[in-house]
């Protein structure tokens, strides 16, 4: 089992920047690990934000290019979300995950809430 834990959440004006925080219960990366990014909005479904593969590969989705940025820090079984000029359409509940040889697992997530 492992459990995520975000944090960084909160209400910002649009334009402003938001730094998103995952870690891990126990160390879980690998070549095969991927973490990612997921958003939420109401009435909506769950939707790529970005992803990082073992390898450091990175995917992010079309909405968030050049705003976003993923990044990790293995000794710290963390992953990081930077957002910056932010839009009041990125405002939902944005989700941790981790696909590991153990399984697929989600954090409780975090509300962004982004003020116009």
């Known amino acids: 089992q492992v459990q995520l834990v975000e944090s960084g959440g909160g209400l910002v004006q649009a334009g402003g920047s938001l730094r998103l925080s995952c870690t891990a219960s126990?160390?879980?990366?690998?070549?095969?690990?991927?973490m990612g990014w997921y958003r939420q909005a109401p009435g909506k479904q769950r939707d790529l934000v970005a992803r990082?593969?073992?390898?450091?590969?990175?995917n992010y989705g079309d909405s968030v290019k050049g705003r976003f940025t993923i990044s990790r820090d293995i000794t710290k079984n963390a992953v990081y979300l930077q957002m910056n000029s932010l839009k009041p359409e990125d405002t939902a509940v944005y989700y941790c995950?981790?696909?590991?040889?153990?399984?697929?697992?989600w954090g409780q997530g975090t509300q962004v809430t982004v003020s116009s």
């Open positions: 990082i593969t073992g390898g450091g590969s990175i």
């Open positions: 126990r160390s879980i990366f690998s070549i095969n690990t991927i």
């Open positions: 995950n981790a696909d590991v040889s153990s399984g697929n697992y």
